[in-house]
Every structure is written in structure tokens, then in C-alpha cells.
């Protein structure tokens, strides 16, 4: 029910750093799951970072320490920060809200997408 859209991907050379934005048109504080997929082409989507309401989070091993998620339920506004970039990086990054309810997932709400490249 809620509308996603990323920004802030770009071409950065490895080693740097980039910071997306998931702006939401609603309340993500009710938003239980939100997430950071991304696929890179010709691979499969993988899920990089989950933030639920809690604050918790989790990361795919093939990005810990390198990036970090957090939300801002004032501005309903989820971020991914990534530090360390490697050409490996490289694929179209995908915001994701999954409300659950009663530890089953309502709906799942996409935003188009912002590409990141990674270059060496």
C-alpha cells in the first residue's frame, strides 16, 4: 500500500562510497520489515539488509562491515549506506516494504529501482 523510490545511485569508483534514499508516500513506522534487495544482471535478486521496527538488522555475509541500513520514520525515509564499494557491488538496488502480521507477510511494496556501478 505504500509507494517506494530509491535515488541516489550513481557510478563510483571502488573504494568509495554512496548513501541510497528509499522516500516512501506513507508511514513506514507501522512498516514492520524494510528491506535493501539488489540484482545485478543475469543473478538472481539477493536481499543485502533488513531493518525492522525494532531498529534490528541483518546483512548478507557478502556485505557486512561494509554497509549499513538505517530508517527515519519522520521523514519515512529508509537508507543503505555503503562504504568500501567493489566492482561486485554493481547491480540495481531495489527498496522493499514487507508489514507483517501476525508473523505472516501482508504484501510486499517495490520501488523502481536505482542503479549503482562500481568501477576499477
Known amino acids: 500500500q505504500v509507494q517506494l523510490v530509491e535515488s541516489g545511485g550513481g557510478l563510483v569508483q571502488a573504494g568509495g562510497s554512496l548513501r541510497l534514499s528509499c522516500a516512501a508516500s506513507g508511514t513506514i513506522s507501522s512498516i514492520n520489515v524494510m528491506n535493501w534487495y539488489r540484482q545485478a544482471p543475469g543473478k538472481q535478486r539477493e ?9 534490528s538488522t541483518n546483512y548478507a555475509d557478502s556485505v557486512k562491515g561494509r554497509f549499513t541500513i538505517s530508517r527515519d520514520n519522520a521523514k519515512n525515509t529508509v537508507f543503505l549506506q555503503m562504504n568500501s564499494l567493489k566492482p561486485e557491488d554493481t547491480a540495481v538496488y531495489y527498496c522493499n516494504a514487507r508489514p507483517f502480521m501476525n508473523w505472516t507477510p501482508w ?13 576499477s
Open 47 to 55: 536481499l543485502v539488509a533488513t531493518i525492522i521496527s525494532s531498529g
Open 107 to 119: 504484501y510486499d511494496a517495490w520501488g523502481q529501482g536505482t542503479q549503482v556501478t562500481v568501477s
